[in-house]
């Protein structure tokens, strides 16, 4: 089994944090975004992941490459890398890692998180994972027969078609069918909202009658801008707790403050007349002084005192010392 992550955009969403790093490298609860992904991926299938392809822009420099390739084999996979220079769109994103494009495989975009507890069909061509939505018409939905079969992807359904929204993570039994029908719209310059598109290889797949099946998942989570993520941060914060993994560093340095759970602490976090907590993250080696903060998320080696804090998102080597409430400030910001 294989695992390829597209994950070439940046993220303007979610300035100024990933000005110096991608999105995807954001952590959550202190794992990075596409790690989590990649780790609840393989715990949903149960089978041994040979190969994790991740498809970066070749800006984004060597350190993010080693840094990927440590998360594959993290997972005992190999790890590849693949560029993709040009926002092309999906389907031309996944082309851009043809050489890994075969046997079973599991494509994800690296700007959600889940939670998900099902079997895989393997009978099926294709496995499309989807999530329950109250607004269908703000998604792509999938159309099922009775046979609950996938027949038909609808982008932003004017009429009511499902409410199973599609959210990124599709199955593939063997990942060269996909290949040659995405060749196909390449070479044909088929194009929807100028760009190539993954659901034009998808659609001519379900037209040669190949069998397509919804695997629905209990949590969907976006990482989009600054406000969703804190969320987000807070929501997969509450599932560890949940499911009583050890968040709190054994190294933190605490002086007369609480933590009231669930949390991620650190190694090397330091904590003084504080009260951190619930639903907060707080990176390796960040300092806490005279502090209330509660639902937000801290990068590592920051610095933060006197503040009162809630839905606030601070990045690496940040300093802040001020009465602002809910902030938004990029890696070695200073704001006093």
């Given at each position: ?119 895989l069909d393997q009978s099926a061509d294709s496995v499309i994972w989807v999530k329950q939505v ?203």
């Amino acid at each position: 089994m294989k695992i390829i992550v597209p994950m070439a955009g940046r993220g303007s969403r979610l300035r100024p944090h990933t000005l110096t790093i991608p999105k995807p490298l954001i952590p959550i609860a202190g794992k990075p975004i596409v790690h989590r992904l990649v780790e609840d991926i393989a715990g949903v299938l149960g089978q041994k992941i040979d190969e994790i392809a991740f498809i970066i822009h070749e800006s984004f420099g060597k350190k993010v490459e080693e840094d990927l390739i440590a998360i594959a084999e993290k997972l005992g996979s190999q790890g590849k890398i693949y560029y993709q220079n040009e926002a092309l769109g999906t389907g031309h994103a996944i082309m851009c890692a043809k050489d890994s494009l075969s046997g079973p495989a599991v494509i994800a975009y690296a700007d959600t998180l889940i939670r998900a507890d099902f079997d895989l069909d393997q009978s099926a061509d294709s496995v499309i994972w989807v999530k329950q939505v109250d607004q269908p018409e703000a998604f792509g939905v999938i159309q099922l027969n009775e046979a609950n079969e996938i027949v038909e992807l609808v982008e932003k359904p004017k009429e009511f078609v499902s409410d199973l929204a599609v959210i990124g993570i599709y199955y593939f039994k063997d990942a060269a069918v996909l290949k040659n029908e995405l060749q196909y719209v390449l070479d044909n310059n088929i194009i929807h909202g100028g760009e190539y598109q993954i659901n034009d290889g998808i659609k001519q797949m379900m037209a040669k009658g190949m069998k397509f099946v919804p695997g629905e998942v209990d949590a969907w989570m976006d990482c989009g801008n600054k406000d969703v993520t804190v969320e987000t941060n807070s929501r997969m914060l509450t599932f560890l707790h949940n499911d009583g993994e050890h968040l709190v560093d054994y190294d933190v340095r605490i002086e007369n403050s609480t933590i009231i759970p669930p949390c991620y602490i650190g190694e090397d976090v330091v904590l003084i007349n504080s009260v951190v907590g619930p639903n907060v993250s707080l990176g390796k080696g960040t300092h806490v002084t005279n502090t209330k903060i509660q639902n937000s998320l801290v990068q590592t080696h920051a610095h933060i005192k006197n503040a009162k804090l809630d839905n606030a998102m601070i990045g690496n080597h940040a300093t802040f010392d001020g009465d602002f409430k809910s902030i938004s400030i990029g890696d070695y910001s200073v704001l006093e």
